[in-house]
């Protein structure tokens, strides 16, 4: 089988950023997801293959409530409640205006048409690019795509079991077909979360491709 891109799909690359690769020169690192740089390749190469490419970028606030940091006596990759449910509290990651927010230096994707920067609000974490994690605050995305007539959306990026998992189910549910480029992605990999996605992606009908039936 192979996917020949039409004017009206998307390519989404979440969160290629510093911090969700492993560091380089002391430059990000910080939620480092294991090869997550392996990926800008292929992503680099896929987006060839798309008229329209939209970059997430996660974009938080010092202090964000998603940080351990935060909370005292709170540690990395455990849970709190907050008010819109479970938090997974990170390590302090894509601080507005540092270099490890910054999208990857090896990302080659000059026909970019939108960064959508996410989780900006200090209160609210935000996995999903169409919606926070309240289940209530939209990005805007939705609304883009609908105004930009763009139908159909090829996910790739970091993390697989939060960005990329939540970005595709909020899509589906927002009415685009979602499809998710399993080998263009990496999983951070917690607590059974990349079995948990894959749960979700067939429960809601998320197909699953690997990126040559794109590119070859
Ligand atoms: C992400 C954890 C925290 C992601 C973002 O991009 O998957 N994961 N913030
Ligand atoms: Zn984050």
Redesign the pocket.
């Known amino acids: 089988m192979s996917i020949t891109p039409q004017p009206t799909d998307a390519l989404l690359v979440i969160d290629l950023q510093n911090d969700f690769c492993p560091a380089v020169d002391g430059i990000g690192g910080a939620l480092a997801v294991k090869d997550g740089n392996q990926i800008v390749p292929i992503v680099n190469r896929l987006s060839q293959r798309f008229e329209h490419v939209i970059l997430t970028q996660?974009w938080?606030p010092r202090g964000h409530i998603?940080f351990a940091s935060s909370h005292p006596g709170a540690m990395p990759f455990t849970t709190i409640e907050v008010a819109y449910g479970t938090q997974t509290l990170?390590p302090d990651?894509?601080v507005q205006g540092t270099p490890g927010a910054d999208l990857h230096p090896g990302l080659d994707i000059p026909h970019a048409e939108l960064i959508l920067r996410k989780?900006f609000r200090r209160e609210i974490?935000s996995y999903s690019a169409f919606l926070e994690d309240d289940h209530k605050t939209p990005t805007g995305l939705a609304s883009y795509l609908r105004e930009r007539g763009l139908k159909r959306i090829f996910l790739c990026g970091l993390a697989y079991d939060f960005c990329v998992r939540f970005s595709a189910i909020d899509g589906t549910a927002a009415g685009f077909e979602c499809i998710v480029i399993e080998d263009a992605t990496r999983a951070v990999g917690i607590s059974g979360s990349v079995e948990e996605t894959q749960a979700a992606f067939a429960n809601k009908n998320v197909q699953l491709i690997q990126a040559n039936v794109l590119t070859s």
């Open positions: 996660d938080h998603s990170w990651h894509c989780g974490d």
